[in-house]
Every structure is written in structure tokens, then in C-alpha cells.
């Protein structure tokens, strides 16, 4: 898993994560969430956005699984968090081929970096219960 590049602006989204927190933006004006985390809400522009925990659950909205592009398959999947907005991520600590649109998941933090997992952890989901 590649390490993601951290802006300024969303330290404290990497700062959540290394505690196992998932945080998500909410538009103080409109009261829409939306990930990934920006300055601007995109739907109405606003620039009142604030932090705000996610309870980490979700359903699988779409997914693919790699199994030849490197030396461990994977699956790479949208998933709608229960506030609202889709995020791209990996689906994790299962069997790949149990994994179906519609599952429930939760967030899981893996370390990221593709050899010495040194890099900072990053939001997947594992399936629920």
C-alpha cells in the first residue's frame, strides 16, 4: 500500500487515523458530508466545513479484486459510509471471494508503505460481525 502524500490541511485526518479514529468533513452551512476531506464543501461551495468522527461502518457499494498485478491479490472497493459519503479504499482481513456488494464492513487501519509498512495508517474495512 503506497504512502499517502499529507497535506497540511488534512493532518488532522492523519492524525485521527493514528489514534484508529476515521474522520469525514460536514458542511456547517448545507450539513452534507463528504470524503475526501477538502476546504470547499462540494455541494454548496460553503467554506464552514468541520471534523467529524465517523462510526467507521459502512456497505460496499462496488468492488474489484486484483489478482495479478503484484505478488498479493487484493481488493480494491467503494464503500458508503453510514453518514453518507463514498470512499475509495481496500477491503481486508477476509477471504476475497466472500466479498459482496451490499456487505456491511467496518474500518480497520493498516500501516501503509509498500515494503516496510513505516508509513502512516490508512482507513480500510474488514467485513462486519
Same mark, same amino acid.
Not at 460553503?46 to 487484493?74: D, L, Q
Not at 453510514?82 to 456488494?101: A, F, H, K, Q, Y
Given at each position: 500500500?503506497a504512502v499517502p502524500?499529507i497535506h497540511? %490541511? %488534512?493532518k488532522?485526518?492523519?492524525d485521527?487515523?493514528a489514534q484508529?479514529?476515521?474522520?469525514v468533513k460536514?458542511?456547517?452551512?448545507?450539513?452534507?458530508?463528504?470524503h475526501? *476531506?477538502r476546504?470547499?464543501?462540494p455541494?454548496?461551495?460553503?467554506?464552514?466545513?468541520?471534523w !467529524?468522527?465517523?462510526?467507521?461502518? +459502512? $456497505?460496499?457499494y462496488s468492488?474489484?479484486? $486484483?489478482?495479478?498485478?503484484g505478488p498479493v *491479490?487484493y /481488493?480494491?472497493a467503494y464503500? $458508503?459510509? %453510514?453518514e +453518507? *459519503? $463514498?470512499?475509495?479504499t !481496500?477491503i481486508?482481513?477476509c477471504?476475497l %471471494?466472500?466479498?459482496?456488494?451490499?456487505q456491511?464492513?467496518?474500518v /480497520?487501519?493498516?500501516?501503509?508503505?509498500d515494503q516496510d509498512m513505516? +508509513? *502512516?495508517? /490508512?482507513?480500510c474495512?474488514?467485513?462486519a +460481525?
Amino acid at each position: 500500500m503506497a504512502v499517502p502524500e499529507i497535506h497540511p %490541511d %488534512d493532518k488532522p485526518y492523519w492524525d485521527a487515523a493514528a489514534q484508529g479514529r476515521l474522520l469525514v468533513k460536514r458542511c456547517d452551512a448545507c450539513g452534507e458530508y463528504h470524503h475526501y *476531506p477538502r476546504k470547499l464543501c462540494p455541494y454548496c461551495m460553503s467554506e464552514r466545513t468541520s471534523w !467529524n468522527e465517523a462510526k467507521g461502518t +459502512g $456497505t460496499i457499494y462496488s468492488y474489484s479484486v $486484483t489478482r495479478r498485478s503484484g505478488p498479493v *491479490p487484493y /481488493v480494491i472497493a467503494y464503500v $458508503t459510509l %453510514d453518514e +453518507g *459519503p $463514498t470512499m475509495m479504499t !481496500n477491503i481486508v482481513d477476509c477471504d476475497l %471471494d466472500t466479498v459482496r456488494i451490499d456487505q456491511k464492513v467496518k474500518v /480497520v487501519f493498516k500501516l501503509s508503505g509498500d515494503q516496510d509498512m513505516s +508509513g *502512516p495508517p /490508512v482507513p480500510c474495512f474488514a467485513p462486519a +460481525g
